[in-house]
């Protein structure tokens, strides 16, 4: 039997555009990290199925292993975000089941630093009037 023959046999199924590089660079792109996560620091995997019909469309996700804090909402917003490449199998209709780890976590390095200023007596003033004597205070949080 000759590669074309054997071919026919299988049905094609749906594909991520781009691939699995493609597929993780899309995750990243449009995660967004929970609030309640961020605050609890909350690290970890959040995995889900899901179908996907021939039209490449996702529909049922469900979570498998969750990890809660908003994780598991986040992790099928994702997934429904998702869409794969239509496939054609001379008028079988094809549903597949997928699975997909969700991985959440925390920024590395956070940097806080306050900026102030103060009025020397030899210099003007670079402030706009104050009432009060305090020096104005500016805070910065700058992640990684």
């Known amino acids: 039997m000759s590669d074309h023959h054997d071919k026919k046999r299988f049905l094609n199924l749906p594909k991520y555009t781009g691939g699995s590089k493609a597929f993780r660079e ?7 990290y929970p609030e309640t996560a961020l605050e609890a620091k909350v690290e970890g995997s959040v995995i889900v199925e899901y179908d996907i019909n021939d039209n490449g469309a996702v529909s049922n996700p469900r ?3 969750g990890l809660g804090y908003g994780c598991d909402e986040e992790a099928i917003r994702m997934v429904h975000l ?16 997928s699975k997909t780890r969700i991985n959440f976590r925390l920024p590395k390095v956070s940097i806080n630093y306050t900026v102030s200023y103060t009025n020397e007596p030899d210099k003007p003033d670079i402030r706009p009037e104050k009432k009060d004597s305090n020096p104005d205070k500016y805070e910065y949080t700058i992640s990684f």
Do not use: D, P, Q, S
Request: glycine content about 4%; hydrophobic content about 45%; proline content about 0%.
């Open 26 to 32: 899309f995750i990243a792109e449009n995660l967004r």
């Open 63 to 65: 979570v498998l292993k």
């Open 82 to 97: 998702l869409h794969f490449e239509k496939v054609k199998n001379r008028g079988v209709r094809v549903k597949m089941t």
